[in-house]
């Protein structure tokens, strides 16, 4: 069975641009889940996605928006980059809500310059 | 609001030493406590979690954690530590019926040979 899957690996931007993030959660999986991870911060929750609705939000500002296709998959954007908007983004994918069981991919990393 | 406090930044073993690394949280009500590992390159997996029941919970690779419900803790433990277990440690929570999972700050573990 394949995992969560997030495209790109990597990718590089400069302050005031835009950028989206793509993420595939397992087969069977409905929620879909953003963190962030910048250095020396930890995990922190961005964004839940459920049957194609926002459920939850995380304490970040609106510029960090995204959205859930009727396959499930889902977009992170980001807009008007800002240079500590470096760091890895991950994409966890969890059956229906009352599972609390995420599984991660391996991140998105970006770096803003 | 929840939080997770993981107090060892980083811990240094030897082989064969025994672990114990602690987590905290702070949340008033009932919760559901995970403990996740990223290896060296790899993407984030779950050693352990604990919804209800056993308060001491087995995970993977010989790991166990015990729920202290009166102390808000969540420490994970190992008898004997071998070298493949450097990575780094995140204990999370999140309360229930809430999603959203809370991460602590992590702890790095290298294992000497």
């Known amino acids: 069975e394949a995992g969560v899957t997030q495209s790109p690996t990597h990718l590089i931007k400069t302050r005031g641009q835009q950028v989206t993030l793509r993420c595939s959660p397992i087969s069977g999986h409905t929620s879909v889940y953003w963190y962030q991870q910048a250095l020396g911060l930890g995990l922190q929750f961005l964004l839940w996605y459920d049957e194609g609705e926002e459920r939850n939000r995380g304490n970040f500002p609106p510029r960090f928006s995204g959205r859930q296709f009727p396959n499930y998959s889902s977009e992170l954007n980001v807009n008007a980059l800002e240079l500590e908007d470096s760091a890895l983004y991950l994409c966890?994918?969890?059956?229906?809500?009352?599972?609390?069981?995420?599984?991660f991919g391996p991140g998105t990393r970006l770096t803003v310059l | 609001a929840q939080s997770v406090s993981q107090h060892n930044h980083h811990v240094i073993l030897s082989e064969a030493a025994s672990l114990e690394l602690g987590c905290n949280y702070s949340y008033g009500g009932t919760v559901n406590l995970f403990w996740y590992v990223q290896y060296p390159g790899q993407h984030l997996q779950l050693l352990l979690k604990?919804?209800?029941?056993?308060?001491l919970v087995k995970g993977i690779k010989g790991f166990e954690a015990e729920f202290i419900k009166s102390k808000f803790s969540f420490n994970l433990r190992k008898p004997s530590v071998q070298w493949s277990d450097t990575a780094e440690y995140f204990c999370a929570v999140n309360a229930f019926g809430n999603e959203k999972l809370t991460f602590g700050t992590g702890t790095r573990l290298t294992i000497i040979p």
């Open positions: 966890a994918s969890s059956l229906a809500p009352l599972y609390n069981e995420q599984f």
């Open positions: 604990y919804f209800s029941g056993d308060p």
